[in-house]
């Protein structure tokens, strides 16, 4: 490129034996100039604008104290980024440096981000942690309480590492109950979506189901840097913790270890084994427990019944002796019956004396007197009586009843002059329906006593026969003719009317 720009010009025309580029060669140019002499390059800085476009791509700056980089990283790259640029981090990108000629700008295309330093995680982590509590994510009220003993526990940890065997032996030990372990990366890029669609996924399943919902998730890693345990930090587990239905204990790393999950779950633990106690109590003292509650309960019983027996015989010593209370009663009714006769013969006494002074005043003419005063009075009700008003009313009614009755016999004699009609319209029907009909048009009936013959063979066979014709009937014996006689009809065989006519 010296050559290019570099070659020194003649003094008349200066510039006038330098090489002419297009702008796209000189694009071109600049590019592969940046890309051969830098190639893959390591960056430190702090991030400033980030903007994700709706095409997926990532568009951030790198800045210091006085100059700013653009930054670059497509959408088939981001998946593959450990930690996901924010405004305000310090971190080191990896990528190489190239140029947009369109626009003559250069800038990084990175496919890696690494934060800057301890610090810088911790700043990150304080500001997102303040960012969920002042959405309420953090507050007391909305966490969930633990069941005293879960059916089912769901565990959210690496299948390989020592923390689901302390806590499977933690639990054999207090209480054993059935595990469900799903399993997850527990550190690099791919721990926190594994975690989150682990959480979401206890909760999608359905109570009492093929594979039941656990009552009781288990989020558990062992120690580690704040490096190893980033992954329980990122915003997506925070969210899946908070939003699961299920009471969540997070048990990532050791007692002073400190994450995000710990802030938004409804327990923290200091250790896995210590989620284990946490989540189910001890079988052998829960049931000396119950034994102790109920030898309790068996010795409240007895001394309650011990007491309410002496309260019993307390009360019982206060009360009078049965003979004591029988014996002013008794004296009563000893008064009282010999009393008694005198009583009854003093109330006959009385009695008929009363009845003597009423009788005295009964006398015949007396009765007389009170009967002819009721026949009187009797007499002058029979007069102040009339029969014109029922009179009047029974003529009434007569008239009705004659109108009635002129109305049945109408209705009655129109009745019996439809069903003439009707029988009349019937018979002709039965006329023209008879067989005797058809005899009149010249057919007959031949018969051999009651059979009725269709054929001429059958007619051949018999001894006798009798032709019906519509003047009368012919008998044949012997081939012989007789002389036609005059008889009631017959009605034809079962059957209507369906045998030999001629």
């Known amino acids: 490129m010296s050559d290019l720009f570099d070659d020194p010009a003649p003094a008349d025309r200066p510039g006038q034996n330098a090489p002419e580029f297009t702008v796209s060669e000189i694009s071109g140019e600049v590019k592969r100039t940046l890309?051969?002499?830098?190639?893959?390059?390591?960056?430190?800085?702090?991030?400033?604008?980030?903007?994700?476009?709706?095409?997926?791509?990532?568009?951030?700056?790198?800045?210091?104290?006085?100059?700013?980089?653009?930054?670059?990283?497509?959408?088939?790259?981001?998946?593959?980024?450990?930690?996901?640029?924010?405004?305000?981090?310090?971190?080191?990108v990896t990528g190489r440096l190239t140029a947009f000629g369109a626009q003559s700008k250069y800038n990084m295309n990175v496919d890696e981000v690494a934060v800057a330093g301890q610090g810088a995680l911790m700043a990150l982590l304080e500001k997102r942690k303040k960012q969920l509590e002042a959405e309420g994510l953090f507050a007391p009220e909305r966490k969930k309480a633990l069941p005293y003993l879960p059916q089912i526990i769901g565990v959210v940890t690496s299948p390989s590492g020592a923390v689901i065997r302390d806590i499977l032996h933690r639990l054999r030990d207090r209480f054993p109950r059935k595990v469900l372990v799903w399993p997850v990366a527990v550190q690099g890029q791919n721990c926190a979506p594994e975690v989150a669609r682990a959480i979401e996924g206890f909760n999608r399943l359905t109570p009492g189901g093929a594979l039941p919902r656990p009552d009781l998730i288990i989020v558990a890693r062992g120690g580690g840097s704040i490096e190893d345990l980033w992954g329980f930090n990122e915003e997506i587990v925070a969210r899946a913790a908070a939003a699961s239905q299920i009471?969540?204990?997070?048990?990532?790393?050791?007692?002073?270890?400190?994450?995000l999950i710990d802030f938004v779950s409804d327990r923290r633990a200091p250790t896995p084994t210590a989620a284990a106690e946490l989540a189910v109590p001890v079988r052998l003292e829960l049931m000396a427990w119950s034994e102790n509650q109920g030898a309790r309960l068996t010795r409240a019983a007895g001394q309650a019944v011990q007491l309410r027996r002496q309260r019993l015989n307390d009360l019982a010593r206060a009360l009078p002796k049965p003979d004591?209370?029988?014996?002013?009663?008794?004296?009563?009714?000893?008064?009282?019956?010999?009393?008694?006769?005198?009583?009854?013969?003093?109330?006959?006494?009385?009695?008929?004396?009363?009845?003597?002074?009423?009788?005295?005043?009964?006398?015949?003419?007396?009765l007389r007197q009170l009967v002819e005063g009721r026949r009187n009075r009797l007499q002058n009700l029979s007069s102040r009586l009339s029969l014109r008003p029922i009179q009047r009313e029974m003529a009434v009614q007569k008239d009705a009843l004659g109108r009635l009755a002129q109305r049945l016999d109408a209705a009655q004699a129109a009745r019996i002059d439809r069903q003439r009609q009707?029988?009349?319209?019937?018979?002709?029907?039965?006329?023209?329906?008879?067989?005797?009909?058809?005899?009149?048009r010249g057919y007959a009936v031949v018969r051999s006593g009651d059979e009725i013959l269709t054929t001429r063979a059958a007619a051949a066979k018999a001894d006798a026969l009798q032709i019906e014709f519509a003047d009368g009937t012919l008998d044949l014996e012997g081939g012989a003719a007789q002389a036609p006689k005059k008889e009631a009809p017959k009605p034809p065989a079962e059957g209507g009317g369906q045998g030999s006519l001629f």
């Open 35 to 92: 890309e051969g002499t830098f190639g893959r390059i390591r960056v430190r800085g702090e991030v400033g604008r980030v903007f994700k476009a709706r095409s997926g791509h990532l568009y951030y700056d790198i800045k210091d104290d006085r100059s700013v980089l653009a930054c670059t990283t497509w959408k088939g790259q981001i998946s593959g980024l450990s930690v996901v640029p924010e405004e305000g981090l310090e971190v080191v």
């Open 247 to 259: 009471p969540l204990i997070s048990a990532v790393g050791h007692e002073t270890d400190t994450t």
């Open 324 to 366: 004591t209370l029988l014996e002013t009663p008794r004296q009563r009714l000893d008064r009282i019956s010999d009393r008694l006769p005198g009583a009854l013969i003093s109330g006959v006494q009385r009695r008929r004396v009363h009845l003597s002074e009423t009788a005295a005043s009964l006398r015949p003419a007396t």
């Open 422 to 440: 009707a029988l009349t319209a019937t018979g002709r029907q039965l006329e023209i329906l008879s067989y005797k009909a058809t005899l009149e």
